[in-house]
């Protein structure tokens, strides 16, 4: 049995917390449960202020086989940063730009860029599958996307780990590789009609728009497919896109993803998919009630999502 772990960038106390609940216990070092097993969403670092921690505690788990773990961009994103291209010295495969370092600067503080234990986290990072699929269950951090998975097995080993060959192009942005592994890291994005744009959470001009991948509904605009906070959905045009655009989903096992920042009471978005991304890194809400979370379902078996499996912690430790 499991209990699937939202994204948690660098937040340690809330982890220890929501573990605590669901009755784990740190025995020599590691967090474990006599009958039950974690499995991370990913995005483990950048924000938080316990980061090294965090990975201390996934890795413990992971390695010692009481918990699994998926990668999410930001590990795909650190493993980048700090990877020389191997015929352009000096430079990296996520360029070092004033955009990138600064999506990237709190990790590379707390660990000492270009320290010993700065490399240990990356080799370890780049350990983690991009997906897990189970006899019950399948795990990615983003977009269950048959196609985009397809691309990618040449790109992975028998694990779904990336081969040590396969970063160069997969981090080429004009290459297949690429975009695959943009689906299924950070969601499935459509251009915006009509030349329009928005500003993201970070401030950054978009003109592509997350969509809910997951629905199959006949004739949905753009605006109800529209991932994002209410004031960018408030921005996006409400016509029609076409069908063929959205792969919808199998329903043929549960599926479990991060990424996408849901607010409010966790539930599921259908009756077999989830996301466990409550936004425990986002930035305090200004004079209204702090609903950030850090999130997890707990799996008993049951082929269709239940309401009462979800538990989550809040930011400040009260237990919601």
Request: some cysteine; proline content about 5%.
């Amino acid at each position: 049995m499991y209990d699937i772990i939202g994204d948690i960038h660098g937040h340690a106390i809330p982890l220890k917390k929501l573990l605590s609940k669901m009755n784990y216990s740190e025995i020599n070092g590691v967090w474990q449960h006599p009958e039950r097993t974690v499995i991370f969403l990913g995005d483990f670092i950048d924000r938080g202020p316990e980061q090294l921690e965090v990975i201390n505690i996934a890795r413990s788990m992971v390695e010692s086989g009481h918990a699994q773990a998926v990668m999410a961009n930001h590990e795909f994103n650190a493993i980048a940063w700090a990877t020389e291209h191997d015929d352009k010295p000096g430079e990296y495969l996520r360029p070092h730009s004033e955009k990138n370092r600064d999506q990237h600067k709190e990790f590379l503080k707390q660990v000492n860029e270009g320290s010993k234990k700065h490399r240990e986290i990356i080799e370890w990072f780049k350990t983690l599958p991009l997906f897990l699929e189970l006899e019950d269950l399948r795990v990615v951090h983003a977009c269950w996307h048959p196609s985009s998975l397809q691309t990618l097995k040449k790109y992975t080993n028998e694990k779904n780990c990336i081969l040590p060959s396969a970063w160069p192009e997969l981090t080429r942005k004009s290459s297949a590789a690429y975009e695959a592994l943009e689906i299924v890291l950070k969601g499935l994005e459509v251009t915006l009609p009509n030349g329009q744009d928005f500003a993201d959470k970070e401030g950054h001009r978009r003109t592509e728009i997350r969509v809910k991948w997951w629905t199959e509904v006949k004739g949905a605009t753009y605006k109800q497919l529209a991932i994002g906070s209410t004031k960018d959905v408030e921005c996006i045009p409400d016509i029609p896109l076409s069908d063929d655009v959205i792969p919808g989903y199998e329903n043929d096992k549960l599926l479990f993803l991060g990424h996408y920042w849901m607010s409010g009471n966790p539930e599921p978005l259908s009756e077999y998919v989830a996301c466990l991304d409550y936004s425990i890194a986002a930035k305090p809400p200004e004079n209204s009630i702090d609903n950030r979370k850090l999130c997890a379902y707990q799996w008993h078996g049951e082929n269709k999502l239940m309401l009462e499996r979800y538990i989550h912690v809040g930011h400040d430790l009260d237990i919601i």
